[in-house]
């Protein structure tokens, strides 16, 4: 019996065992099935799950007094560890559930996941030591890896068409920005006598999530038919059968293959620049939660709670920058309709909100830098946080919208080796840089140092303009998923491995 591995094909030249006279459907049949309804339904618990987890990844930032005072904590490397560590679980967790999930479903990686993040942020409340609290806070990371690397290919399951998939992904990025903003302003307000309050705040939220996750239906097509199959096996074992289905036998090798298809995706061109450029501002985002304190406490003088305040301009910006996506959306769709050769191309669909997206970036951080003395109102350099927002939001939504569209089946591993690569690098930086950084250089040129090295990367969305046909073309992932689509339309059954 030939099986791809890979791709999950049955050759039809290859010897199979009849199981089922079960109708096989191809993943677009599966999503029109579902109500509007129903899809909104999938989408409102995933990005609501996904605000929850970001939500606890800044979580102590906020409350950082009370907790260093309680855990008699004094280094100034130390300080950052809380968030640095929920970063490192970000590397583990994306590399297990994202496979995963193509190969047994989106439903019970997200229920494990959830389960995980819930359990462990009740535990951080009850924390007996610092180096008990970062492991659970390591933990807490690892059950928080699925909404961020999974919904990707859930939004695939359910959206065949690009536009509501663009909007959802729009979605999931507003809350994986604005959900991190919100966590120290909470643990500012709720944390500044007793540090448990803030996990108490998320589990209040996590219980609201959780009779929405229990609810939710599974959505991968090939899932859904094995469950098919096997339930006409048990009632129809003897009857003619009509299509010819093999599901292979467990094999350690092949889970091997998928397990670590999260990290071979990372040697594909388009996956490996996203990565790289998305990574930057992603380190400079959580950066800014050690930094914010240093810049707004130490030179305006404000409490933990009113500091956390100055996230709020990112917030906004964000939303600002949803604002630009839907417009570019209905700009493209209606370029598309009266037929401008440009808009056919498939990465004007996306990428130049990502051209538009790195230069603000940039300028938030020299806005920031030159604007924070207190001889200028605090004001100003909070304003910053506007660009920063807009900037973040554009490059986060159109690359990561642009892996999904270009890798569909396989967007899960995508974005996985996304979150993957740059957590690694942000849990090392994040606590060995802040401080230093700020200290050593000052707001200003620590600033400027930052966006010099902004305006460096800000190439790689046009590049991927001029050169992404070709990269996709010699995409051996690509390839496979086009053997995918030709095999699924001539009635072959894709089989989750």
């Known amino acids: 019996m030939a099986v791809d591995i890979e791709s999950g094909i049955v050759s039809k030249g290859s010897e199979v065992h009849v199981v089922s006279t079960a109708p096989i459907r191809t993943p677009f049949e599966v999503a029109a099935g579902m109500s509007t309804a129903r899809k909104l339904?999938?989408?409102?618990?995933?990005?609501?799950?996904?605000?929850?987890?970001?939500?606890?990844?800044?979580?102590?930032?906020?409350?950082?007094?009370?907790?260093?005072?309680?855990?008699?904590?004094?280094?100034?490397?130390?300080?950052?560890?809380?968030v640095a560590i929920f970063l490192v679980g970000y590397i583990f967790g994306p590399i297990i559930f994202a496979p995963l999930s193509e190969s047994y479903g989106r439903r019970p990686v997200f229920l494990i996941s959830f389960s995980i993040y819930t359990a462990f942020t009740l535990a951080c409340a009850f924390a007996p030591s610092w180096p008990t609290f970062l492991f659970f806070r390591f933990m807490l990371g690892?059950?928080?890896?699925?909404?961020?690397?999974?919904?990707g290919g859930l939004f695939c399951d359910i959206y065949p068409d690009l536009r509501p998939?663009?909007?959802?992904?729009?979605?999931?990025?507003?809350?994986?920005?604005?959900?991190?903003?919100?966590?120290?302003i909470i643990s500012g307000f709720t944390s500044t006598r007793v540090w448990q309050w803030q996990f108490w705040c998320a589990l209040i939220l996590a219980g609201i999530n959780w009779p929405m996750l229990l609810l939710m239906p599974e959505t991968f097509a090939p899932v859904l038919n094995s469950r098919a199959i096997k339930n006409t096996q048990n009632e129809q074992t003897?009857?003619?059968?009509?299509?010819?289905?093999v599901k292979a036998p467990f094999s350690l090798r092949e889970q091997a293959i998928t397990l670590t298809r999260p990290i071979r995706i990372l040697s594909e061109p388009l996956v490996?620049?996203?990565?790289?450029?998305?990574?930057?501002q992603y380190v400079i985002f959580f950066l800014y939660f050690g930094a914010y304190p240093v810049i707004f406490?130490?030179?305006?003088?404000?409490?933990?709670?009113?500091?956390?305040?100055?996230?709020?301009?990112?917030?906004?910006?964000?939303?600002?920058?949803?604002?630009?996506?839907?417009?570019?959306?209905?700009?493209?769709?209606?370029?598309?309709?009266?037929?401008?050769?440009?808009?056919?191309?498939?990465?004007?669909?996306?990428?130049?909100?990502?051209c538009l997206g790195g230069p603000l970036f940039a300028l938030s951080e020299f806005w920031l830098g030159w604007a924070a003395r207190p001889s200028i109102h605090w004001a100003v350099p909070a304003l910053s946080?506007?660009?920063?927002?807009?900037?973040?939001?554009?490059?986060f939504l159109a690359l990561n919208n642009y892996l999904t569209d270009a890798y569909d089946i396989y967007?899960?591993?995508?974005?996985?080796?996304?979150?993957?690569?740059?957590?690694?690098?942000?849990?090392?930086?994040?606590?060995?840089t802040t401080y230093p950084l700020y200290e050593n250089l000052g707001t200003n040129w620590a600033c400027t140092l930052l966006g010099c090295m902004c305006l460096i990367l800000t190439p790689i969305p046009f590049a991927f303009i001029r050169w992404g046909p070709a990269m996709r073309r010699r995409s051996s992932f690509c390839q496979q998923l086009a053997r995918v689509k030709d095999r699924d339309e001539v009635g072959n059954l894709v089989v989750p491995v």
């Open 238 to 245: 003897h009857q003619p059968t009509t299509s010819s289905v």
């Open 411 to 432: 967007s899960a591993s995508a974005l996985a080796s996304s979150v993957f690569t740059r957590n690694i690098l942000a849990a090392i930086l994040i606590p060995l």
């Open 165 to 184: 998939r663009g909007m959802a992904m729009t979605m999931l990025g507003l809350t994986s920005n604005v959900g991190p903003l919100v966590g120290p």
């Open 272 to 280: 490996f620049f996203t990565d790289l450029f998305i990574l930057y």
């Open 385 to 395: 946080g506007i660009p920063l927002g807009i900037g973040i939001d554009l490059t």
């Open 297 to 354: 406490r130490g030179t305006y003088s404000m409490s933990n709670g009113v500091s956390a305040l100055m996230f709020i301009p990112t917030g906004i910006g964000a939303v600002i920058a949803i604002l630009i996506f839907v417009a570019w959306d209905r700009f493209h769709r209606r370029s598309v309709e009266i037929g401008k050769p440009w808009a056919l191309q498939e990465e004007y669909r996306r990428l130049p909100l990502a």
């Open 41 to 82: 339904f999938i989408s409102t618990t995933v990005i609501l799950l996904n605000f929850n987890v970001t939500l606890g990844s800044s979580l102590p930032s906020g409350a950082g007094p009370t907790l260093n005072a309680h855990f008699g904590v004094t280094s100034e490397l130390q300080k950052p560890l809380p």
């Open 142 to 151: 690892c059950g928080a890896a699925a909404p961020q690397t999974v919904s």
